[in-house]
């Protein structure tokens, strides 16, 4: 049975900084490819918004403009933890922040690429 459990989420005002992890079983996570998303209050689920993505061997990364230069994602294997780390944050990166895993390779930015969801971390960003 595939769990993502998220932790890390919590408030901080705009400028400020936070690292999400995301830790992962049931998966061989070393071949995983792994992508955050964030759903905002009032949206649904089908329009979750694509954060980020890393491949297999944490090397490679995709971000949406939206964020770029400002988060990063790092992937231990050994750990089998993904992090998203988040700076400059701002009012409007407030959401429920989602770590997916997909069975296939590559790091697309479509929610129905991801397979196994965790149950989402909340991120609140004050002005």
């Known amino acids: 049975q595939v769990q993502l459990v998220e932790s890390g989420g919590g408030l901080v005002q705009a400028g400020g900084s936070l690292r999400l992890s995301c830790a992962a079983s049931g998966l061989t996570f070393s071949s995983s490819f792994m992508g955050w998303f964030r759903q905002a209050p009032g949206t649904p689920e089908k329009e979750r918004e694509f954060?980020?993505?890393?491949?297999?061997?944490?090397?490679?990364?995709s971000f949406a403009d939206s964020v770029k230069g400002r988060f990063t994602i790092s992937k231990d294997n050994a750990k089998n933890t993904v992090w998203l780390h988040m700076n400059s944050l701002k009012p409007e990166d407030t959401a429920v922040y989602y770590c997916a895993a997909r069975r296939g390779v590559g790091i697309p930015s479509g929610p129905n690429e991801y397979t196994y969801w965790g149950q989402g971390t909340q991120v609140t960003v004050s002005s």
């Open positions: 954060v980020g993505a890393v491949n297999w061997s944490g090397k490679i990364t």
